[in-house]
C-alpha cells in the first residue's frame, strides 16, 4: 500500500530558469567560447519557436524521507520533496522532424533548448517549493535527480509510485527513462535549519567528477554568475 504523502500538488503556470551560460556548455561551448555565425543563427531561429513548442507542467509530494529511501542515500532526512517536470513532447518530435529531413543542425541545437528548458524548468519548481512550507524556518536543500551521484537510477521507480505523473503526461519505460524525454525527477531535502546551498550549485554535491554536464560556478569579474 502506498504511503500517503502530507501534500500534494501541481505546477502550470512555471516559467523555466534559463541560464545561457548553461545553454553554450550543452551546446558544446564550455569554456566561454562562443558559437560561429552559423550555430548563432540557427540558435535564434530555433529560440524563437521553442515557446509554442513546450507545455510546461510539474506534480510534486511532500513525504516522509523513510518512504522510499536507502539508508545509503544522500538525501535520507525526516522529508523530502519530490517533484517531476516536463515540457511535453512536441519539441522533441520536431527535432525529430528535423533529423528525419536531414537538417542535423536543427535537430541538435532545438533538441539542446529542450534540455536546458526541462532543466530551467526543474529549478523553477525548486524555487517555487521553497515558499510552500508553512514553517518559514524550515529551509530546502540542494535537489538531486536519481542517477546523479550515490542516489541510484532505479530509484525512479519510487518516484513514479509515489506521484501522479500520469496527470502530467509523464511515464516511465521499463528501462528506467522518462517519456516525454525532456523531462526531470529529483528530490529535495526539507531541513529544520538552513542549508549550504547557492543557486546553481547542484554539480557541488554531485560525486560524477567525469559528468559532461558538470558545471562549476564562479564570480566572473563583472561580478555576475558564470558556470563553467
Same mark, same amino acid.
Given at each position: 500500500?502506498? !504511503?500517503?504523502?502530507?501534500?500534494?500538488?501541481?505546477? +502550470?503556470?512555471?516559467? &523555466?530558469?534559463?541560464?545561457?551560460?548553461?545553454?553554450?556548455?550543452?551546446?558544446?561551448?564550455? +569554456?566561454?567560447?562562443?558559437?560561429?555565425?552559423?550555430?548563432?543563427?540557427?540558435?535564434?531561429?530555433?529560440?524563437?519557436?521553442?515557446?509554442?513548442?513546450?507545455? &510546461?507542467?510539474?506534480?510534486?509530494?511532500?513525504?516522509?524521507?523513510?518512504?522510499?529511501?536507502?539508508?545509503?542515500?544522500?538525501?535520507?532526512?525526516?522529508?523530502?520533496?519530490?517533484?517531476?517536470?516536463?515540457?511535453?513532447?512536441?519539441?522533441?518530435?520536431?527535432?525529430?522532424?528535423?533529423?528525419?529531413?536531414? +537538417?542535423?543542425?536543427?535537430?541538435?541545437?532545438?533538441?539542446?533548448?529542450?534540455?536546458?528548458?526541462?532543466?530551467?524548468?526543474?529549478?523553477?519548481?525548486?524555487?517555487?517549493?521553497?515558499?510552500? !512550507?508553512?514553517?518559514?524556518?524550515?529551509?530546502?536543500?540542494?535537489?538531486?535527480? !536519481?542517477?546523479?551521484?550515490?542516489?541510484?537510477?532505479?530509484?525512479?521507480?519510487?518516484?513514479?509510485?509515489?506521484?501522479?505523473?500520469? *496527470?502530467?503526461?509523464?511515464?516511465?519505460?521499463?528501462?528506467?527513462?522518462?517519456? !516525454?524525454?525532456?523531462?526531470?525527477?529529483?528530490?529535495? *531535502?526539507?531541513?529544520?535549519?538552513?542549508?549550504?546551498?547557492?543557486?546553481? +550549485?547542484?554539480?557541488?554535491?554531485?560525486?560524477?567528477?567525469?559528468?559532461?554536464?558538470?558545471?562549476?560556478?564562479?564570480?566572473?569579474?563583472?561580478?555576475?554568475?558564470?558556470?563553467?
Amino acid at each position: 500500500m502506498k !504511503p500517503p504523502p502530507s501534500e500534494i500538488g501541481r505546477f +502550470d503556470d512555471l516559467a &523555466p530558469v534559463i541560464h545561457e551560460e548553461m545553454l553554450l556548455h550543452y551546446l558544446g561551448y564550455p +569554456d566561454g567560447e562562443l558559437p560561429d555565425d552559423r550555430v548563432t543563427s540557427m540558435l535564434d531561429r530555433q529560440r524563437e519557436i521553442v515557446p509554442e513548442l513546450i507545455r &510546461p507542467r510539474g506534480v510534486y509530494g511532500r513525504f516522509a524521507g523513510d518512504v522510499c529511501f536507502d539508508p545509503g542515500f544522500p538525501l535520507y532526512k525526516k522529508q523530502v520533496y519530490l517533484c517531476v517536470v516536463t515540457i511535453g513532447d512536441r519539441l522533441e518530435r520536431r527535432a525529430a522532424e528535423y533529423s528525419a529531413a536531414g +537538417d542535423i543542425l536543427a535537430a541538435f541545437v532545438l533538441d539542446t533548448l529542450g534540455s536546458v528548458y526541462a532543466e530551467g524548468l526543474a529549478e523553477a519548481a525548486n524555487r517555487r517549493l521553497i515558499s510552500i !512550507p508553512d514553517d518559514k524556518s524550515l529551509r530546502l536543500g540542494c535537489r538531486i535527480s !536519481p542517477g546523479y551521484g550515490r542516489w541510484a537510477l532505479e530509484r525512479q521507480k519510487d518516484i513514479f509510485t509515489l506521484l501522479p505523473t500520469a *496527470e502530467i503526461g509523464v511515464s516511465l519505460t521499463p528501462g528506467l527513462m522518462m517519456t !516525454p524525454r525532456k523531462s526531470v525527477s529529483f528530490a529535495v *531535502e526539507i531541513a529544520a535549519k538552513p542549508v549550504r546551498v547557492r543557486e546553481g +550549485d547542484q554539480c557541488e554535491y554531485c560525486e560524477m567528477q567525469d559528468c559532461r554536464y558538470r558545471r562549476q560556478s564562479i564570480q566572473s569579474v563583472d561580478g555576475r554568475e558564470r558556470i563553467n
